[in-house]
């Protein structure tokens, strides 16, 4: 195991040393997936876990057992993380599912030509900005912030662990048009209406659910179900690793968070960015939880 602090430079990325090395990243990018496999794609802070939930509880026809004795991380291990080829032979029956917070400019070809059914989730990058700083405050293995206008330059700037949320971001969803296999959601519509997107995204991965079925997912993959679920919430990690009197991983889950942390001078500037970033960028953005969705384009 890599020093906490350590960090790894992939193709101009930085990644966490603790939990990967270079052997595991050029692994990711040699992976040979089947056509029943499910792949969660998202940028970090951007809905993971609760889409990780969601697919188990799917997978388990809204039977709670797995999504409670077993952690998250195992039932849908990372693929570029160094522990990867051993939690993927503990998994037991297809379909397996696996998570990943790679980039599609590297990940894109090893995907080239496989029927697996991929997830790209993402959020509002002001909620990815602030969710983000404060995981950073009670992770051991990301670097420390001494003030959140810090943060949000470099996040900006795309120099955080795991690269630009704005490449990212852009180049996942980009393949939706040309891609049958790849389904977008948002954590907006996770949060608005989640039992309308766990029936798109049963209906994604072709499996049915009855109404029954559907209330059980709902129930279990709640935002206060998680919360107290020790298999979701990393109450698990050592404390050394991820310090829970730091911070909560899961905090509030809530949209329009943002607009507690940004100043008025730090929502211009990122609005700024943003909107130079995004130029010819159609997507839609759900920026508070009253709002209309805003077209930026």
């Known amino acids: 195991m890599a020093k906490l602090t350590a960090k790894e430079l992939f193709h101009g990325i930085l990644f966490p040393g603790h939990l990967h090395s270079q052997d595991s990243l050029r692994l990711a990018l040699k992976f040979q997936f089947r056509d029943?496999?499910?792949?969660?794609?998202?940028?970090?802070?951007?809905g993971t876990t609760w889409m990780q939930e969601i697919v188990t509880l799917i997978s388990s026809r809204g039977d709670p057992h797995l999504s409670q004795t077993v952690p998250n991380y195992a039932r849908a291990p990372w693929l570029e993380q160094y522990y990867f080829t051993e939690l993927l032979e503990?998994?037991?029956?297809?379909?397996?599912?696996?998570?990943?917070?790679?980039?599609?400019?590297?990940?894109?070809?090893?995907?080239?030509?496989s029927n697996a059914k991929i997830i790209y989730v993402s959020r509002n990058p002001k909620d990815v900005a602030v969710s983000y700083y404060y995981f950073h405050k009670m992770a051991a293995f990301l670097p420390k912030f001494s003030t959140f206008s810090e943060f949000l330059h470099r996040f900006l700037d795309g120099t955080v662990c795991y690269g630009s949320w704005f490449d990212h971001v852009k180049d996942w969803t980009s393949q939706t048009a040309t891609m049958s296999n790849l389904l977008h959601i948002t954590y907006e519509e996770m949060s608005l209406d989640l039992r309308g997107t766990i029936k798109r995204?049963?209906?994604?991965?072709?499996?049915?659910?009855?109404?029954?079925?559907?209330?059980?997912?709902?129930?279990?993959?709640s935002f206060s179900s998680m919360k107290d679920n020790t298999m979701v919430n990393y109450t698990l990690i050592a404390a050394e690793i991820m310090d829970h009197s730091k911070g909560s991983f899961m905090r509030n889950g809530k949209i329009g968070d943002w607009k507690n942390q940004f100043t008025?001078?730090?929502?211009?500037?990122?609005?700024?960015?943003?909107?130079?970033?995004?130029?010819n960028c159609t997507l839609e953005f759900v920026w508070e939880e009253q709002d209309k969705e805003e077209t930026h384009g």
């Open 36 to 46: 029943t496999d499910i792949l969660i794609v998202s940028y970090p802070k951007s």
């Open 90 to 113: 503990a998994l037991s029956s297809a379909p397996r599912v696996m998570t990943t917070h790679l980039p599609h400019h590297l990940l894109g070809p090893t995907l080239q030509g």
């Open 201 to 221: 995204i049963s209906s994604f991965l072709q499996c049915p659910l009855v109404e029954d079925e559907v209330t059980s997912c709902v129930k279990h993959c």
């Open 264 to 279: 008025q001078e730090q929502n211009q500037y990122f609005n700024s960015i943003f909107e130079s970033k995004m130029e």
